[in-house]
């Protein structure tokens, strides 16, 4: 079969990204979700559970509101797709609800996560809790310090929570310590990757749990504006599985720019960055050949983001052959201009969204973005698990 | 010619394998450490390549890659520290141990060139897909003389398993039990010797270590009932913790496991 940027190939290729590059002890788990993952997801069950849950228990779908303040501010027609209004608060459940029912059906009975913002942890808990899961996530020291909420809250939900202290104890660290789980209980063991990272199948299989959020998209669009198609559509990229959901029903529609949103940090160049798709080289990441910041000797290098959800030294191999090929438009924002975004949305929409999502909406200014031409932001989570940061930044931020 | 197929020839039964990694726990301790080894009675040894992100390896390994890195130990340090090893220590199996991305940036032609002119043996890249090795490397190794070594574990399938037994010229790495290297041993009694004898029934073309949670004379002991030998890492590397004469502790630790 042809890849397309919808669909890998049988091995898990975007273009030269992609693969699954993963030691023999997990190579059954892997290889068994390869085999199974798209004929469950194709089961009539499957599928009415899974719209079901959708639309009970997360709330989709989301609305695509118009955002007519910004819209004046910036001169063009700005739509925000509401995901910070899914259960727990960001687009991570889409994937989490998908991947618990693919468990069950894989007679997995404990699930592991990884998680950095928190988000995706509590996402996971969520769902374990509903269906009286065991749930384990791993999160960096770090992250636990600067996401605090969502700690508590992942433990309310009765998860366990464990701290990654290797490396720079953030999300690469607590993805490393969630596969050495992983390698140590392959049995009866679901590991449910946060973002369209990992070996194949997980950034196929996510992107496409995601998909709801672009498909929704379309439809809101035609009905507020005469088409399925706008001129833009922006979204934050950590490992990437907002925007993978958001860009899924555009990819091969030449006429809608794709923005994918890094962070920059202190700076692209300061050495305190995340922006991988401008730092980063080819190489081997968690099971994935992709883009990744390393130095000359294949050592994986530290991030840095004041969002601990796109602090992240990778992106999935989806984005890496999106950049490659320049179907999207990368776009790096620093903390500073996403801590300005924050006030700018909460003030003029009355949306406290996300650090992460901070960043998309920060990118307005670089679009180019004509009075006519239709804007859509993945508005990919609220901004309760980042509060203490906002206090602690309020006079950069005001 | 092939050390390892010699080492298992010479010897049949009881072969220790004795991992490492470069430039732990000073950056130039890696030589005097091989050669300790091979002296005091080591048949084959592995020197780890660190790496920032070892995925299959427990805290102990981790952190000796830590610190090796901190040390300055890369591959090209390492090519230049093994020059001439041959001299010293012309019969004893060196394996070089690492993750497929150091390996990628600095070439895979490169690598393979620079390892068997360093006078190494045998690779072994955990994360380094068997599909991926036919399609792409396998002609490098050949050409340098390079034998892979590839990892069985508890749940890999039969037919699996003969495929790698057909891909190589070396030995098998029988990890004990689901884990990451240095972990105990946790599975219910028997599971573990039914596991190895289920691949010793199995009259493999290549002889089995058994690595990933031995540690000392005993566990050592009993690994060798089940296959030709065992693999010792975690072990070996908290044996040269804080010490200031690393060799030294090598040789101690070597005799004790062989006492
Ligand atoms: C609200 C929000 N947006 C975006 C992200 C980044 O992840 P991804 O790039 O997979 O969407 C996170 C991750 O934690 C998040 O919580």
Same mark, same amino acid.
Request: with cysteine; proline share 5%; aromatic share 8%.
């Given at each position: 079969?042809?890849?397309?940027?919808?669909?890998?190939?049988? &091995?898990?290729?975007?273009?030269?990204?992609?693969?699954?590059?993963?030691?023999?002890?997990?190579?059954?788990?892997? /290889?068994?979700?390869?085999?199974?993952?798209?004929?469950?997801?194709?089961?009539?069950?499957?599928?009415? /559970?899974?719209?079901?849950?959708?639309?009970?228990?997360?709330?989709?779908?989301?609305?695509?509101?118009?955002?007519? &303040?910004?819209?004046?501010?910036?001169?063009?027609?700005?739509?925000?797709?509401?995901?910070? !209004?899914?259960?727990?608060?960001?687009?991570?459940?889409?994937?989490?609800?998908?991947?618990?029912?693919?468990?069950?059906?894989?007679?997995?009975? &404990?699930?592991?996560?990884?998680?950095?913002?928190?988000?995706?942890?509590?996402?996971?808990?969520?769902?374990?809790?509903?269906?009286?899961?065991?749930?384990?996530?791993?999160?960096?020291?770090?992250?636990?310090?600067?996401?605090?909420? #969502?700690?508590?809250?992942?433990?309310?939900?009765?998860?366990?929570? &464990?701290?990654?202290?290797?490396?720079?104890?953030?999300?690469?660290?607590?993805? #490393?310590?969630?596969?050495?789980?992983?390698?140590?209980?392959?049995?009866?063991?679901?590991?449910?990757?946060?973002?369209?990272?990992?070996?194949?199948?997980?950034?196929?299989?996510?992107?496409?749990?995601?998909?709801?959020?672009?498909?929704?998209?379309?439809?809101?669009?035609?009905?507020?504006?005469?088409?399925?198609?706008?001129?833009?559509?922006?979204?934050?990229?950590?490992?990437?599985? #907002?925007?993978?959901?958001?860009?899924?029903?555009?990819?091969?529609?030449?006429?809608?720019? !794709?923005?994918?949103?890094?962070?920059?940090?202190?700076?692209?160049?300061?050495?305190?960055?995340?922006?991988?798709?401008?730092?980063?080289?080819?190489?081997?990441?968690?099971?994935?050949?992709?883009?990744?910041?390393?130095?000359?000797?294949?050592?994986?290098?530290?991030?840095?983001?004041?969002?601990?959800?796109?602090?992240?030294?990778?992106?999935?191999?989806?984005?890496?052959? !999106?950049?490659?090929?320049?179907?999207?438009?990368?776009?790096?924002?620093?903390?500073?201009?996403?801590?300005?975004?924050?006030?700018?949305?909460?003030?003029?929409?009355?949306?406290?969204?996300?650090?992460?999502?901070?960043?998309?909406?920060?990118?307005?200014?670089?679009?180019?973005?004509?009075?006519?031409?239709?804007?859509?932001?993945?508005?990919?989570?609220?901004?309760?698990?980042? !509060?203490?940061?906002?206090?602690?930044?309020?006079?950069?931020?005001? | 010619?092939?050390?390892?197929?010699?080492? =298992?020839?010479?010897?049949?039964?009881?072969?220790?394998?004795?991992? =490492?990694?470069?430039?732990?726990?000073?950056?130039?301790?890696?030589?005097?450490?091989?050669?300790?080894?091979?002296?005091?009675?080591?048949?084959?040894?592995? *020197?780890?390549?660190?790496?920032?992100?070892?995925?299959?390896?427990?805290?102990?390994?981790?952190?000796?890659?830590? $610190?090796?890195?901190?040390?300055?130990?890369?591959?090209? $340090?390492?090519?230049?520290?093994?020059?001439?090893?041959?001299?010293?220590?012309?019969?004893?199996?060196?394996?070089?141990?690492?993750?497929?991305?150091?390996?990628?940036? =600095?070439?895979?032609?490169?690598?393979?060139?620079?390892?068997?002119?360093?006078?190494?043996?045998? *690779?072994?890249?955990?994360?380094?897909?068997? %599909?991926?090795?036919?399609?792409?490397?396998?002609?490098?190794?050949?050409?340098?003389?390079?034998?892979?070594? =590839?990892?069985?574990?508890?749940?890999?399938?039969?037919?699996?398993?003969?495929?790698? %037994?057909?891909?190589?010229?070396?030995?098998?790495?029988? $990890?004990?039990?689901?884990?990451?290297?240095?972990?105990?041993?946790?599975?219910?009694?028997?599971?573990?010797?039914?596991?190895?004898?289920? *691949?010793?029934?199995?009259?493999?073309?290549?002889?089995?270590?058994?690595?990933?949670?031995?540690?000392?004379?005993?566990?050592?002991?009993?690994?060798?009932?089940?296959?030709?030998?065992?693999?010792?890492?975690?072990?070996?590397?908290?044996?040269?913790?804080?010490?200031?004469?690393?060799?030294?502790?090598?040789?101690?630790?070597?005799?004790?496991?062989?006492?």
């Amino acid at each position: 079969m042809k890849p397309t940027y919808q669909q890998p190939t049988e &091995r898990g290729y975007y273009g030269q990204f992609g693969g699954a590059f993963i030691p023999e002890m997990l190579y059954p788990n892997v /290889e068994e979700l390869r085999q199974q993952y798209l004929s469950i997801m194709a089961e009539p069950e499957f599928q009415q /559970e899974y719209q079901q849950l959708l639309r009970d228990y997360v709330g989709r779908p989301t609305p695509l509101f118009e955002a007519k &303040r910004l819209s004046a501010k910036y001169n063009t027609r700005i739509y925000l797709k509401r995901e910070d !209004l899914c259960h727990t608060g960001a687009h991570k459940v889409n994937n989490t609800v998908g991947q618990i029912l693919l468990a069950k059906r894989l007679g997995k009975t &404990r699930i592991i996560a990884e998680t950095g913002a928190g988000q995706h942890g509590v996402a996971t808990a969520t769902v374990c809790a509903l269906m009286g899961m065991e749930c384990i996530v791993y999160m960096g020291e770090i992250d636990m310090e600067r996401q605090k909420p #969502n700690v508590y809250r992942m433990r309310l939900l009765g998860a366990e929570v &464990r701290a990654a202290m290797s490396g720079s104890r953030t999300l690469k660290d607590a993805t #490393n310590e969630a596969i050495r789980d992983w390698i140590s209980n392959p049995v009866d063991t679901h590991y449910i990757i946060g973002s369209v990272v990992g070996p194949h199948p997980y950034p196929d299989l996510v992107a496409r749990l995601q998909a709801v959020i672009s498909e929704e998209m379309r439809k809101q669009l035609l009905e507020k504006t005469g088409s399925e198609l706008p001129q833009y559509v922006v979204a934050c990229v950590g490992g990437g599985s #907002n925007a993978a959901g958001a860009f899924y029903h555009f990819l091969e529609e030449p006429s809608v720019q !794709l923005v994918a949103v890094e962070a920059a940090g202190h700076g692209i160049y300061s050495g305190h960055s995340a922006a991988t798709s401008v730092l980063g080289t080819p190489g081997v990441i968690h099971g994935s050949r992709t883009l990744l910041m390393q130095d000359e000797d294949g050592q994986i290098t530290e991030p840095y983001s004041i969002s601990a959800g796109l602090d992240y030294p990778g992106i999935g191999p989806l984005h890496a052959f !999106l950049a490659d090929s320049k179907r999207a438009r990368f776009i790096s924002i620093e903390d500073e201009q996403a801590l300005k975004a924050v006030a700018e949305c909460s003030r003029l929409e009355g949306i406290i969204p996300a650090l992460e999502t901070a960043h998309a909406l920060a990118a307005l200014d670089q679009l180019g973005a004509g009075p006519d031409d239709v804007v859509v932001i993945n508005l990919s989570g609220r901004g309760d698990k980042d !509060l203490e940061t906002y206090i602690k930044y309020a006079d950069a931020i005001m | 010619m092939n050390r390892i197929k010699d080492a =298992f020839e010479k010897k049949q039964k009881n072969l220790l394998n004795i991992y =490492f990694t470069a430039g732990y726990p000073r950056l130039h301790d890696t030589v005097p450490i091989l050669k300790a080894l091979s002296e005091s009675g080591a048949d084959l040894i592995e *020197i780890g390549m660190p790496f920032s992100d070892p995925l299959a390896d427990g805290p102990v390994i981790q952190a000796s890659s830590t $610190v090796a890195l901190q040390n300055g130990m890369n591959l090209r $340090v390492l090519f230049e520290q093994l020059q001439g090893i041959r001299e010293s220590v012309p019969e004893t199996p060196i394996l070089l141990m690492g993750y497929l991305n150091p390996v990628m940036q =600095f070439g895979v032609d490169n690598f393979c060139r620079e390892a068997a002119a360093a006078g190494a043996d045998g *690779i072994i890249l955990p994360d380094l897909p068997l %599909d991926d090795y036919v399609a792409e490397y396998q002609d490098i190794f050949r050409r340098h003389n390079l034998r892979p070594v =590839f990892l069985i574990t508890p749940q890999t399938a039969p037919e699996r398993i003969r495929r790698i %037994d057909e891909l190589t010229d070396s030995f098998l790495y029988l $990890v004990s039990g689901p884990g990451t290297t240095g972990g105990a041993n946790t599975q219910a009694e028997g599971v573990q010797e039914a596991y190895f004898q289920r *691949i010793e029934a199995m009259n493999l073309r290549n002889p089995r270590l058994i690595g990933f949670g031995i540690g000392d004379k005993a566990s050592f002991q009993n690994a060798c009932q089940y296959a030709e030998g065992a693999i010792i890492g975690s072990a070996f590397i908290r044996a040269l913790d804080g010490v200031d004469d690393a060799p030294a502790a090598a040789k101690r630790f070597v005799s004790s496991v062989l006492a």
